[in-house]
């Protein structure tokens, strides 16, 4: 029997698995009790929206320009199995660890959108077909972006 227990990330709307934060309020993030360590948001553009801000977030404030940068920061060693969380990451993307991203922009679209999927299929276990779900709201979320 196939197990079809759906990954938290996406029962939550948010793919990349978002920690709440009391002082951050995300556009389209739902108040709901029941989930007490992350976010959950009202459609999955709303929380991969959140997800690209956040990275645009560690590029430009903290400096991350590199995969691995940005996953130390995102996936802490000290929760997370962050050189197999790399590795896979810059496998999906066909990047390496340590070589600088584009800043995020509208021309970069299919760089970061790639990056996001990439960790999504970390986050949540993703296969092609998962992944080829996501592109639809990960549009969607890019569009919002610059609201």
């Known amino acids: 029997m196939k197990n079809t227990r759906v990954a938290r990330g996406l029962r939550n709307n948010n793919p990349l698995n978002i ?10 993030e739902t108040n709901c009790d029941s989930e007490r360590t992350f976010c959950q948001f009202s459609t999955m553009a709303f929380g991969l929206r959140a997800a690209l801000k956040l990275l ?17 920061r995102w996936a802490p060693e000290t929760e997370n199995k962050t050189v197999a969380y790399i590795h896979t990451v810059c496998h999906l993307t066909d990047k390496l660890p340590d070589s600088p991203l584009p ?26 077909l998962g992944r080829e779900h996501l ?13």
């Open 135 to 147: 592109r639809a709201d990960l549009e969607n979320a890019w569009s919002m972006l610059y609201y």
């Open 19 to 28: 920690i709440k934060n009391k002082t951050v309020r995300w556009l389209g």
């Open 103 to 128: 800043p995020m922009s509208r021309d970069t679209s299919d760089v970061w959108q790639t990056v996001v999927l990439a960790m999504a299929t970390v986050e949540c276990g993703l296969d092609e």
């Open 56 to 72: 645009r977030t560690y590029y430009v404030r903290h400096g991350c320009i590199t995969l691995r940068q940005i996953i130390r």
